[in-house]
């Protein structure tokens, strides 16, 4: 047996990595800048322990554009590479630093330091857009700068550099068929959709800001102005915060940082934070909900430590909840694997549940605490809580303490309330609750009024679900059943103590029941031999559904 290792030329790597490492080539950016990030956030962790001896001070990472020698820079004042650092980070491909780094310092909370990288591929996809990439770095420590590039050949150059300040500087040498990311609202553009939230402040070009004028300006004096660094992001974004130290209106303005073109104001927030078994933060809104929103791709923004990953948590959000906006931040999240493998993931399961369970308590708090309030809102955040109801049964089960039912006359019942409130009135002969309700109150007037007028409580079920919700209701509740206000069976409803009134005796009944069917048209009319109304009539006749249908179409003029 031979045993050795497979050679992989780098000559056939380079347009692997160009082709297919990442489907989209506008996350080279983001790469970068998470490198620059990192090197940053390490020399603040060593700083904090005392092994870097450094003037720490309020670090940028700066991304520059120049067009006349086609080419992007992305400067940090991080930690910075020694030569035999290049060679070790960057000229082995799938090295990775930043997991090195985490290993070395497991013990000195290196976890929670932030750092971002962890394949050691990110820098590559540099060469996605560049068609030469340099590197000039110094580090932290006293080895002098170096001076790295390469063509995409395998070939590199290594030389010392004459750099003095600690940090380094990526230039990109713009391909020929990538010359989109030598332009300002371009490189704006994925700086905001990628970078908008990460640790640390990212600057690019300047920005005029205007001053107040001084007191003893004239009226006709122009305003002051300054020229200040234009930075892209937040570096604190309201979901790294502790609940505790946000208020109501910090939540609000987090989702206007989130969604600058979105005008109506969230419902209310869920802020998720949990650090085991898994690591997780985020914060979630219930919009309100109509049908133009359900269409709207603002969506619920998926981060890893701060950088955005995608706005498609479609296997990670249980279903019902994909409806919401907001962000949930995990570095727990295995995002190089397919949609399915996700879904069968058990780690992800684990965060779908919790996102569902975090979900659930808040209803049910929101319930509790202002009722009044929550009935208020009932309309506009029902689609979801019905269809969660439908999807999970965990969410089924916790939903009975807040799932509203509404009557036609505004009153909104729970459900063992409403149980609580038909119970002695709304039973068929086999003792099941008839719950009945409408989904339109102008079309069925009539008959809601006709039910009204019996003592009966109608609900209002109006939302495309409820059909469904009605079957999962009917199998999961004992014995209950949901009738149409203009159904048949409206009419086999029995008051209680009305039941009792009738004074004969089965074989009476029989009796006159035939004899009754024999004097009206059986194709017609329903005979019915429970007492029905306050009489205490013995029987009632009763015309089937569609024939009350038919006269009210001939009446109305319609059904021609
Ligand atoms: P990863 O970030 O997953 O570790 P990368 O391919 O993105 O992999 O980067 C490889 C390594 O190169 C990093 O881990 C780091 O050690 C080093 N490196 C890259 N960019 C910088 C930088 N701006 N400053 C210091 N070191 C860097
Ligand atoms: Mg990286």
């Not at 892209?232 to 939540?251: Q, R, V």
Request: glycine share 4%; hydrophobic share 35%; charged share 30%.
């Amino acid at each position: 047996m031979t045993k050795g290792n497979i050679n992989v030329s780098v000559d056939n790597i380079f347009p692997l990595i160009k082709k297919f490492l990442y489907s989209d080539h506008e996350i080279f950016l983001r790469e970068l800048i998470s490198n620059a990030t990192d090197a940053t956030l390490k020399l603040k962790h060593l700083a904090t322990l005392g092994e870097a001896k450094v003037e720490y001070g309020n670090p940028v990472i700066e991304v520059k554009l120049d067009k006349d020698n086609k080419t992007l820079h992305i400067i940090d004042r991080g930690i910075g590479m020694t030569a035999e650092e290049v060679e070790k980070y960057i000229n082995q491909i799938a090295f990775s630093g930043a997991e090195e780094f985490i290993e070395k310092y497991k013990d000195k909370n290196g976890k929670d330091a932030g750092i971002i990288g962890h394949f050691g591929l990110g820098f590559y996809s540099a060469f996605m857009v560049a068609k030469k990439v340099e590197i000039i770095t110094k580090s932290y420590t006293d080895a002098p700068a170096a001076h790295w590039s390469c063509d995409g050949s395998p070939e590199f150059t290594l030389e010392p550099a004459d750099k003095t300040e600690r940090g380094t500087e990526i230039i990109l040498h713009i391909a020929d068929d990538s010359e989109e990311f030598l332009s300002e609202s371009r490189i704006n553009e994925l700086l905001v959709k990628y970078n908008k939230f990460m640790p640390v402040p990212i600057k690019f070009g300047t920005r005029t800001e205007t001053l107040l004028k001084p007191k003893d300006a004239k009226e006709d004096d122009p305003a002051p102005t300054k020229e200040v660094d234009n930075i892209i992001n937040n570096p604190e974004p309201a979901w790294t915060k502790m609940p505790t130290d946000l208020k109501d209106e910090d939540y609000k303005n987090f989702y206007r940082e989130l969604y600058p073109m979105q005008f109506e104001e969230p419902l209310f927030h869920i802020h998720l934070n949990v650090d085991y078994p898994f690591n997780l933060t985020g914060i979630l809104y219930f919009p309100k909900l109509n049908h133009e929103m359900v269409a709207q791709k603002d969506r619920i923004q998926l981060y890893q430590n701060q950088v955005f990953v995608t706005d498609n948590v479609e296997g990670i959000v249980p279903d019902f909840l994909t409806m919401l906006r907001g962000v949930i931040d995990s570095p727990d999240i295995p995002l190089n694997v397919s949609r399915s493998y996700l879904q069968a993931d058990g780690a992800v399961k684990k965060i779908a549940s919790y996102i569902s369970r975090k979900v659930a308590d808040k209803l049910n708090s929101l319930f509790n605490d202002n009722r009044e309030d929550f009935e208020k809102k009932w309309d506009d955040i029902k689609i979801v809580i019905e269809y969660g109801m439908l999807s999970e049964d965990k969410f089924f089960e916790k939903a009975q303490k807040f799932a509203l039912y509404p009557t036609v006359d505004g009153n909104y019942f729970t459900y063992d309330e409403l149980v609580e409130k038909i119970k002695v009135n709304q039973t068929d002969k086999d003792g099941k609750l008839v719950v009945l309700y409408a989904k339109d109150k102008d079309e069925q007037h009539a008959y809601i009024s006709a039910a009204k007028d019996k003592g009966y409580e109608v609900l209002l079920l109006d939302s495309p679900i409820v059909p469904h919700l009605i079957q999962k209701l009917e199998s999961e509740k004992e014995k209950v059943s949901f009738v149409r206000v203009d159904g048949d069976h409206i009419d086999n409803l029995i008051k209680k103590e009305d039941a009792v009134i009738s004074k004969l005796n089965d074989e009476e009944k029989e009796k006159l029941k035939t004899t009754l069917e024999e004097i009206v048209p059986k194709e017609k009319f329903t005979v019915q031999m429970e007492a029905m109304d306050s009489n205490a009539n013995p029987f009632v006749i009763t015309q089937p559904e569609f024939m009350r249908r038919m006269k009210e179409m001939s009446q109305t003029g319609g059904g021609g």
